[in-house]
Each structure stands twice: as C-alpha cells, then as structure tokens.
C-alpha cells in the first residue's frame, strides 16, 4: 500500500496551481463545509465516510514521505492505522491559505488536536464532486508533522 517514493511533478503541479487566485465568497463557504465534513469524520474515525470524500486516484503522501495511491488504500491506510482505537478524535483542519485554480481548490494550513497546538502542516488540492458536501473532493493531500 505504501511507497517511500517523491513525486516532483505532483509537487511541482501543486506550486503552479497555488499562483492562482483566491477563491470567491461563496466558493470558500463550500470549501468550509468541506473542510467541517473531513473533520467530522476523522473526529468519528469513520473511514467510509472519509474515503468517500477522497477522488477514486488520490495520492496521500503522509509526514514520512510514504505515499498512498487510491481511495481503497488510503481506507485501508486508515483502517490500520485506527485499528483497536476507541472513541472521538477530534482534529481541526486550520486554513492559512485557500487558492482557486480553475475547477481546483489549492488549501495549505495546519492540523492538530481540537483546542490544541498545531502539531503539523498541510496541502490538499480539492477536485469539484458535487455529490460531496461542499461539492469537493480531495484529489492530493500531502502532510507532515
């Protein structure tokens, strides 16, 4: 399922789109009611939930440059990773910077415990998918820690 593997296009792709524009009033109102649904699910640690907020072909590179290709991997990802653990986890998402590209949302933040420092950093590009709430859904998502 994992790769150690980089990918400079990808990283590259994600530099280009981020010299966009800022997204409008009512696109970045989506992108929040996005934003709430992921956390939901992770504060639920539902992983249908959250794949299904993922495209089919998402590629995750996580905080050791291990990368998940697909939505089935990235649930089976999670799934491990949340194995035998019990209870809310709640997680907040904190936008720095949310940037329209076209048909493509650009968001760089930080992430941590609900309440608390944030413990890491984030880059998701967003992929319109109206059947989501917000109408999005992530299409790369890279984090570290």
């Not at 709430?36 to 089919?56: K, S």
């Not at 890491?120 to 992929?127: P, S, T």
Request: charged content about 25%; glycine content about 10%.
């Amino acid at each position: 399922m994992l790769r150690a593997k980089r990918s400079r296009v990808s990283l590259l792709g994600i530099g280009v789109l981020a010299s966009c524009g800022q997204p409008a009033e009512s696109q970045e109102s989506d992108v929040d009611a996005f934003r709430d649904a992921v956390m939901v699910a992770y504060d639920n640690r539902d992983v249908e939930a959250l794949a299904a907020l993922h495209a089919l072909d998402v590629s995750v590179v996580n905080s050791r440059g291990e990368t998940v290709e697909g939505r089935a991997a990235f649930a089976e990802y999670w799934d491990e990773r949340w194995e035998g653990t019990t209870g809310p986890n709640p997680l907040q998402y904190s936008p720095l910077e949310v940037r329209e590209a076209g048909p493509y949302v650009i968001e760089r933040g930080e992430y941590g415990p609900r309440g608390a420092a944030a413990v890491g950093r984030y880059i998701w590009v967003l992929a319109s998918r109206p059947a989501n709430p917000g109408g999005w859904e992530i299409l790369w998502f890279i984090y570290s820690s």
